[in-house]
């Protein structure tokens, strides 16, 4: 079992920057691939990025390839997303996830059913 405690949203001017933030507690953190989901009003969840259990490979969604960053710090127990160029429709609950799945592959499918454990999600809020 393992917790997940996303922190660091909030509301920002298009064009601004936002640090998301995973604390993880339990197991052996460097066991999951830790990824970063979305949800706005209305809409289904959506795949933002991934990150693999070393932190060596890495994937993103090509709404937000080349201005989202995923990173993890094993030692620290934490998975960020910084979040750069932030636009209107970057507006969202952002969640993060941790899977004990082996499939990179399946990770790179951005599937939310190959997570395991969920965070309760922070909001983020992008004005125009």
């Known amino acids: 079992q393992v917790q997940l405690v996303e922190s660091g949203g909030g509301l920002v001017q298009a064009g601004g920057s936002l640090r998301l933030s995973c604390a993880a507690s339990?197991?052996?953190?460097?066991?999951?691939?830790m990824g970063w989901f979305r949800q706005a009003p209305g809409k289904e969840r959506e795949f933002v990025a991934v990150i693999s259990w070393s932190g060596g490979n890495t994937y993103y969604a090509d709404s937000v390839k080349g201005r989202f960053t995923i990173s993890r710090d094993n030692a620290k127990n934490t998975a960020d997303l910084q979040m750069n160029n932030l636009k209107p429709e970057d507006t969202a609950v952002y969640y993060c996830?941790?899977?004990?799945?082996?499939?990179?592959?399946?990770?790179?499918?951005?599937?939310?059913?190959?997570?395991?454990?969920w965070g309760q999600g922070t909001q983020v809020t992008v004005s125009s």
């Open positions: 339990g197991r052996t953190f460097s066991t999951y691939v």
């Open positions: 996830a941790a899977s004990l799945g082996s499939s990179w592959y399946r990770a790179l499918r951005g599937d939310h059913t190959f997570y395991n454990y």
